[in-house]
Nanobody, 120 residues
């Protein structure tokens, strides 16, 4: 079993910054991809940014130029640095990880979510 624990959400004013962290633990042999998704009230969950174990990144258009995803493979941790935040960035942010465990079984795990609210 693999657990993902997010931290770093909160309330921030427009134009401000936040840094989200997500640490994976448990029965982990390899983590291939990690990513951040978000779900605003009344909307579907959407990809914000993703990163492979080799460091290749992918961003939603809304995140390009403002958000930066990074990871520490040794710590099984992924980060999301969010700058120039806008009210429309308000959502619950979820961490995701895909990998394999010591039994060579694939896993696809989600964190519990962390609230980000951008408001004056």
């Amino acid at each position: 079993q693999v657990q993902l624990v997010e931290s770093g959400g909160g309330l921030v004013q427009p134009g401000g910054s936040l840094r989200l962290s997500c640490a994976a633990s448990g029965n982990i042999l390899n983590i291939y991809g990690m990513g951040w998704y978000r779900q605003a009230l009344g909307k579907q969950r959407e990809l914000v940014a993703a990163i492979t174990s080799g460091g290749s990144t992918n961003y939603a258009d809304s995140a390009k130029g403002r958000f930066t995803i990074s990871r520490d493979n040794a710590k099984n941790t992924v980060y999301l640095q969010m700058n120039s935040l806008k009210p429309e960035d308000t959502a619950v942010y979820y961490c995701n990880a895909d990998g394999s465990d010591y039994g060579f079984r694939p896993f696809h795990s989600w964190g519990q979510g962390t609230q980000v609210t951008v408001s004056s």
